[in-house]
């Protein structure tokens, strides 16, 4: 069973695959900058990633920490932003007490390579949200990022539920 965190990745997921649709609508049609959809697929694509990233962290939380610790870790969460592989490590390291990357790589890529691709997604998508870059993506570039983080999110889900449910006798949610 999925985390909550889950069902609202599936949500908020459905942005960016909507945004692509309508690229490939604005690509056939001629419309003047196309392109604006991609850029916004790369955002909402990258703001879902977070949303995930904080919402699981703190429901894992739940049942990983002491209650004294949840105020203070869910401060933390609240000051979250920018879901790079980095700042995600930092994130999950209090809660799991090991670095969660290795046991939750993209198949097909090795850990430095999902690093790297959570990375280049949350770069893109700060430099296309300060006006530093407009770049363009193809709808199947940006359908390859989709599948990647959903892969990502279901393989981080499964894991962390794997992991609880050796620490709870049972699966948490």
């Avoid at 985390?3 to 695959?17: G, I, K, M, T």
Wanted: proline share 6%; net charge neutral; charged share 15%.
């Amino acid at each position: 069973m999925p985390s909550l965190a889950y069902a609202r990745w599936v949500e908020f997921v459905a942005d960016p695959l909507d945004l692509v649709g309508r690229l490939q609508g604005a690509l056939d049609g001629g419309e003047p900058d196309p392109y604006c959809l991609a850029r916004a697929t790369v955002v909402s694509l990258a703001a879902a990633w977070e949303t995930y990233v904080e919402h699981v962290a703190v429901e894992t939380a739940q049942y990983a920490l002491l209650p004294p610790v949840l105020p203070q870790f869910r401060a933390q969460v609240r000051q979250f932003h920018n879901a790079t592989s980095e700042n995600v490590q930092a994130l999950f390291l209090p809660v799991l007490g090991h670095d969660l990357w290795p046991h939750v790589a993209v198949s097909g890529k090795t850990v430095g390579q999902t690093r790297l691709a959570v990375n280049t997604n949350q770069n893109t998508r700060h430099a296309i949200a300060h006006g530093q870059d407009r770049p363009r993506f193809s709808v199947a570039a940006l359908a390859e990022r989709i599948a990647f983080f959903r892969e990502l999110v279901a393989n981080v889900d499964q894991y962390l539920s794997s992991h609880l449910a050796g620490r709870l006798g049972r699966h948490p949610w």
